[in-house]
């Protein structure tokens, strides 16, 4: 579903409740948004839940009221998926988790000045980007969880935030140099289409991809079976992803498949149309 949400209209403000423990009870997060109206734990549906829209402008622009009302959009059944388990605290605290994540960020070459998108990536993610790289010229995350970018939001708040599906992800943040694919079995998309999006779309010239997964696959598999809902498909193997990337000006540079550890770096070798 397109999103709704731009970085400045996605406002979420955290509740006491969230700042007292925002590490330590990532389940229990809860946030408001615009108004005082609690959100439930992600799996958790709730009916009637209001946005609040400014009165002069249409959705995602940055333009708010001075006076006047508020009307207010009401959206039934929002449902968040339960994706606490990418930020659990025996992760976060895990020294070798942190260099894996390392890893996956440096294989990304950022620069200063580079353009970067982060797809369903976790918070602690986002943290070990923000911290370890060299300052960008745009870091937006994409994620279709209000939960995990409101986290993300709260701490960065330059960072860009949208909230929705990869492929309806605004060109205006067009084009990118850098694209991590961070949960890439979460894609509700098969990965010729994902990579036909980013190429005729997104990347520019000599723009890296990289996909990833910081435990590998068995852990993977671990995960589908508590996560189905969150987990709809698999690591591309080496064969699938080399004939992925030809097929749309992808040249495979780095590719591991270890039982603890996934990384696949692609480079974009063809300008964008």
Same mark, same amino acid.
């Given at each position: 579903?397109?999103?709704?949400?731009?970085?400045s209209?996605l406002?979420?403000s955290p509740?006491?409740y969230?700042?007292q423990?925002?590490?330590?009870?990532?389940?229990n997060r809860r946030y408001q948004?615009?108004?005082?109206l609690?959100?439930?734990?992600p %799996?958790l549906?709730?009916? %009637?839940l209001?946005?609040?829209?400014?009165?002069?402008?249409p959705?995602?622009e940055?333009?708010?009221?001075? $006076?006047?009302?508020?009307?207010?959009? $009401?959206?039934?059944?929002?449902i &968040?998926k339960d994706?606490?388990?990418l930020?659990?605290?025996?992760?976060v605290f895990?020294?070798?988790?942190s260099h894996?994540?390392?890893?996956?960020?440096? %294989?990304?070459?950022?620069?200063?000045g580079?353009r970067v998108?982060?797809s369903? =990536?976790? &918070?602690?993610?986002?943290?070990?980007?923000?911290?370890?790289s060299?300052?960008c010229?745009?870091?937006?995350?994409?994620?279709?969880?209000?939960f995990?970018?409101?986290?993300?939001?709260e701490?960065?708040d330059?960072v860009?935030?949208?909230?929705?599906?990869?492929l309806y992800?605004?060109?205006?943040?067009?084009?990118?140099d850098?694209?991590?694919?961070y949960?890439?079995?979460a894609?509700p998309? =098969?990965l010729?289409?994902?990579?036909?999006?980013?190429?005729?779309?997104y990347?520019?010239?000599?723009?890296?991809?990289?996909?990833s997964?910081?435990? =590998?696959? $068995?852990v993977?598999?671990q995960?589908?079976?508590?996560?189905?809902?969150?987990i709809?498909?698999?690591?591309?193997?080496?064969s699938v992803?080399?004939?992925?990337?030809?097929?749309?000006s992808?040249?495979?540079v780095?590719?591991?498949?270890?039982?603890g550890?996934?990384?696949?770096?692609?480079?974009f070798? %063809?300008?964008?149309?």
């Amino acid at each position: 579903m397109n999103s709704l949400f731009s970085p400045s209209s996605l406002n979420l403000s955290p509740s006491p409740y969230h700042r007292q423990n925002m590490r330590s009870n990532r389940r229990n997060r809860r946030y408001q948004l615009g108004c005082p109206l609690p959100l439930p734990h992600p %799996s958790l549906s709730h009916n %009637s839940l209001h946005i609040i829209i400014p009165r002069s402008s249409p959705v995602g622009e940055d333009i708010y009221p001075n $006076e006047g009302s508020i009307p207010v959009i $009401e959206f039934q059944d929002i449902i &968040e998926k339960d994706w606490s388990f990418l930020d659990s605290d025996d992760l976060v605290f895990s020294q070798d988790y942190s260099h894996k994540l390392d890893r996956i960020i440096a %294989s990304g070459q950022i620069e200063s000045g580079s353009r970067v998108m982060v797809s369903a =990536g976790a &918070e602690g993610f986002v943290d070990r980007l923000v911290d370890s790289s060299s300052p960008c010229n745009l870091l937006l995350v994409v994620h279709d969880s209000l939960f995990v970018l409101g986290g993300i939001k709260e701490k960065y708040d330059k960072v860009k935030c949208w909230q929705g599906e990869l492929l309806y992800v605004p060109e205006k943040w067009a084009p990118l140099d850098v694209v991590f694919l961070y949960f890439l079995p979460a894609l509700p998309f =098969g990965l010729d289409q994902v990579l036909g999006l980013l190429a005729k779309h997104y990347c520019s010239p000599g723009a890296r991809l990289v996909i990833s997964h910081p435990q =590998g696959r $068995e852990v993977l598999e671990q995960q589908r079976k508590k996560y189905p809902d969150v987990i709809i498909s698999d690591l591309p193997d080496k064969s699938v992803l080399q004939k992925a990337a030809s097929d749309h000006s992808f040249d495979l540079v780095e590719f591991v498949d270890d039982n603890g550890f996934y990384l696949a770096v692609l480079k974009f070798s %063809s300008a964008r149309d």
